[in-house]
């Protein structure tokens, strides 16, 4: 019997703006070639998570498409914690993971309440965050990644003390262009501000986001199947050489 | 001490035949930039100048043609200035306004950022506003927040000028509710509607944030609407285009409604898109004062600008050139190439400078899934060629069918090489890939320069030529 990736797509009319359908195109081709099926679940407003999740996504969106789903999301706190727990894997991407956090906070100080799911909370700086992004992390112990992106982002992301970034900055201006970090990373969760999208060209994320997917039905992420990532490492070495030449300038 | 704008108009001048005479560009922007740095009043100045006013044209997609279509309409009527090389930002506008010696009336194509700053300059007698849709994001942040700087210029606007909406946009026809001197034009032809495409933006309600019913879509999310929250929806058009029918890559004829009379139009310019372009231009015309008659003979006479549904004959064989530059054009070039008999190889051109959008994301919005039925080949260029390349791949499109080529010339040879004796190539560059594509076809003989063309174009449209220097 082939494995079942359950992938619950948070959303997906409202926060869908920096080609997150990319992001799963690339989850289901490489899920599909490895043989493992991938069943796309799409949970909008007032509607509950599958059971036996492996897998939540969530994108990013306008600030209206926002503001309509914030109170749905900050509501979900339990649900998605118990998903966690239970062993689900997490990508949320730019205003998905701004709202996995405790909240944001505009420039008036009004606050917008967010899920609490991760430990960290955004605030509206002045002038956006625009630009090409490099980031170096680590997944898996003693394995140092490269993650290239891009990241559009008006709010400054303050991680909690003693929480984890996903990873350094390289080029770009990460959470708050100030720390250094990039992204939070919970256990098998992981938000960062990197779309472009994020998955095509960091094609090593995908398989690491299907290894943990997988792990929770299978009780470890199995031995993924090389790919033919050509096109991928073109795709990943340009964008590379762009965070390098024009990241983290503000115009 | 403000510099005189005598002294300003001749430096900035200058400045713009300096640009020309060292080959960098044609001077379509550099002067108006000095102009503004100069004496940034100067543009309001010059423009009082134009004893018919000014009519400004601004929409994410179809400026340029809408504008080139009423400069056809408008031709016999007025002595017009303007910006048909496209350089439609507030420096552009500017250059313009360098050279609108013996025209009567400004007519300029804007873009849709710099909208607020131009329309404060140029005061404009009539402001056509054609579309909003999500584009750069890097360049423009969001789509609301364009709206709410649009709603501005709208407020700003004198009271007896006239503003023209496409009323198939709901965030459009939000803007002109409650004004007086308002011309709405649409699409009434149900033929044509569909679902809301993927890529749509306008979904909700920009009174009261309630999901909107469609009742159908054009392109993107212009079409039937209605508010379920609010009531708002869409009012009947006072100029509108029935009867359509799509001549795949060619063109189309349709039926164009004035408030007074009916008469058919048969353009030569392929796809929906472009009968809301010729819609735009009708109603912006109509509320110039063109009649009937000069409506449907400019719209006919108007062929493609500047590598929008432009063809260019290379020996035997013909080069179709598509402008692609966000999810809605493009899906909007899909839909015309799949109408026209999708061809067997096909090269998109990909750039992320600062024109084309630096980022790249946008390419996963659009659907260029209706092409991988009669596609063998893809030619992917430009600067993020190989981002195109696993767009497609992960639509489904067997690797081994993609070649990546960078270089647009590249490409272009390899396109032309793969193109049948008397066939045709089309190619769909972003922004600057098509600049890129248009140099290379300007050296090799096959095209002017564009700023040679908008120069032409720019007499065509009406401004007197300077007069032939007499032999000696």
């Keep these: 019997m082939t494995t079942r990736i359950r992938l619950c797509h948070l959303y997906p009319d409202q926060l869908n703006i920096y080609a997150d359908r990319g992001n799963i195109a690339v989850l289901r081709s490489r899920a599909e070639r490895r043989g493992y099926e991938l069943e796309l679940i799409g949970v909008g407003v007032g509607e509950a998570l599958a059971p036996e999740c492996d897998l939540i996504y969530l994108g990013g969106g306008q600030d209206r498409e926002q503001a309509l789903i914030a109170p749905d999301l900050a509501a979900r706190a339990d649900e998605i914690s118990a998903a966690l727990e239970q062993g689900a894997a997490l990508l949320a991407v730019c205003g998905g993971y701004q709202l996995l956090g405790r909240g944001y906070r505009d420039r008036t100080g009004v606050e917008m309440p967010g899920a609490g799911v991760l430990p960290l909370e955004t605030v509206a700086g002045e002038g956006r965050m625009i630009g090409d992004v490099s980031i170096e992390c680590e997944l898996d112990p003693g394995e140092m990644l490269t993650v290239v992106g891009f990241e559009n982002h008006g709010g400054r992301t303050l991680l909690d003390p003693g929480a984890v970034p996903l990873g350094r900055v390289v080029h770009g201006f990460g959470n708050d262009g100030e720390s250094g970090f990039e992204g939070c990373r919970l256990g098998k969760a992981i938000g960062t501000y990197l779309h472009g999208p994020l998955l095509p060209r960091n094609p090593w994320l995908a398989d690491w986001l299907l290894g943990q997917a997988l792990a929770r039905s299978l009780g470890e992420p199995p031995e993924l199947e090389t790919l033919d990532d050509e096109l991928e490492y073109q795709a990943h070495a340009v964008a590379l050489g762009r965070a390098r030449e024009r990241g983290g300038k503000f115009r | ?472």
């Design chain 2, 1 to 472: 001490m403000r510099v005189p704008l005598v002294i300003s108009t001749l430096v900035a001048r200058a400045v713009g035949i300096v640009s020309r005479l060292s080959g960098k560009g044609g001077g379509t922007t550099l002067p108006g930039r000095v102009l503004n740095a100069l004496d940034p009043g100067a543009s309001a100045r010059l423009a009082r100048r134009l004893k018919q006013g000014s009519a400004v044209i601004s929409a994410t997609n179809g400026k340029t043609t809408s504008a080139a279509m009423t400069a056809a309409i408008l031709a016999s009527r007025f002595r017009l200035a303007g910006n048909p090389a496209g350089a439609n930002l507030s420096s552009g506008v500017a250059t313009a306004l360098l050279h609108t010696r013996g025209a009567d009336l400004g007519l300029f194509e804007v873009d849709e950022a710099a909208l607020p700053r131009v329309a404060e300059a140029l005061q404009p007698r009539a402001l056509c506003l054609g579309n909003l849709f999500r584009d750069q994001l890097d360049r423009y942040g969001e789509l609301e927040l364009l709206a709410e700087r649009w709603r501005g210029v709208v407020a700003g606007l004198a009271p007896d000028s006239t503003l023209i909406v496409n009323e198939d946009d709901p965030q459009l026809a939000q803007l002109a509710r409650g004004r007086e001197g308002v011309i709405r034009f649409g699409i009434e032809d149900a033929r044509h509607g569909g679902p809301l495409p993927h890529a749509a933006d306008a979904r909700y309600c920009s009174a009261c944030g309630v999901a909107y019913d469609y009742e159908l879509a054009y392109v993107g999310h212009l079409g039937v609407y209605s508010c379920p929250g609010c009531g708002f929806s869409r009012s009947k058009p006072h100029i509108w285009a029935e009867a359509i029918t799509i001549d795949g890559l060619t063109g189309s004829d349709f039926r164009l409604h004035l408030p007074d009379e009916t008469l058919s139009v048969k353009l030569g310019l392929p796809g929906l898109y472009n009968v809301y372009n010729a819609l735009a231009a009708a109603a912006l015309s109509f509320a110039l004062g063109a009649n009937a008659e000069e409506i449907a003979g400019g719209l006919e006479s108007t062929e493609a600008v500047f590598g929008r549904s432009e063809r260019i004959e290379i020996g035997e064989k013909n080069l179709l050139l598509l402008l692609i530059k966000n999810p809605t054009g493009a899906n909007e070039v899909v839909r015309t190439i799949v109408a026209g008999g999708t061809p067997k190889t096909l090269v998109i051109a990909l750039n992320d400078r600062i024109a084309d959008g630096q980022d790249v994301s946008w390419i996963w919005d659009v659907d260029f899934e209706p092409l991988l039925g009669g596609l063998e080949r893809l030619i992917a260029s430009g600067g993020r060629a190989a981002e195109l390349a696993l767009r497609f791949k992960y639509a489904g499109f067997p690797e081994s069918q993609i070649e990546v080529v960078p270089a647009p010339a590249e490409a272009l040879d390899r396109g032309l090489e793969l193109t049948d004796a008397i066939g045709e190539l089309v190619i769909c560059p972003t922004y600057t890939a098509m600049l890129e594509l248009q140099g290379v076809l300007a050296e090799r003989g096959h095209a002017d320069r564009y700023w040679q063309r908008a120069a032409r174009a720019r007499e065509e449209s009406g401004l007197p030529r300077k007069p032939a220097r007499k032999p000696k």
